[in-house]
Nanobody
């Protein structure tokens, strides 16, 4: 079955960096656009960043643009989220998600597009 397993979360001070990874199995990874979402306590799950099947196209939430970088390695079936200049408001559980698409350039910020989700990894940024 399809599995998405996130790792790399943890506790970091404001201004620090973390690199999240999401390892996928049970699917043809290169046929899926991938994304990161996050959910803070008491808030709805929100979009962070997404990347197309080939990695050529990316889209970011305003809160992530300029600080976060999404990338993927189709040979390793893994998507990454490099997070720099972290702020306390970045504290959340971060989830990766997969969207089957036949279009190489397709990339979406819409939560409803994503069929598969990981269990999440906690990121805590202290002030």
């Amino acid at each position: 079955q399809v599995q998405l397993v996130e790792s790399g979360g943890g506790l970091v001070q404001a201004g620090g960096s973390l690199r999240l990874s999401c390892a996928a199995s049970g699917l043809t990874f290169s046929s899926y656009a991938m994304a990161w979402f996050r959910q803070a306590p008491g808030k709805e799950r929100e979009f962070v960043a997404a990347i197309s099947r080939t990695g050529r196209n990316t889209v970011y939430a305003d809160s992530a643009r300029g600080r976060f970088t999404i990338s993927r390695d189709n040979g390793k079936n893994t998507v990454y989220l490099e997070m720099n200049s972290l702020k306390p408001e970045d504290t959340a559980v971060y989830y990766c998600a997969a969207d089957f698409t036949t279009t190489f350039s397709d990339v979406s910020a819409s939560r409803s597009r994503y069929e598969y989700w990981g269990q999440g990894t906690q990121v805590t940024v202290s002030s």
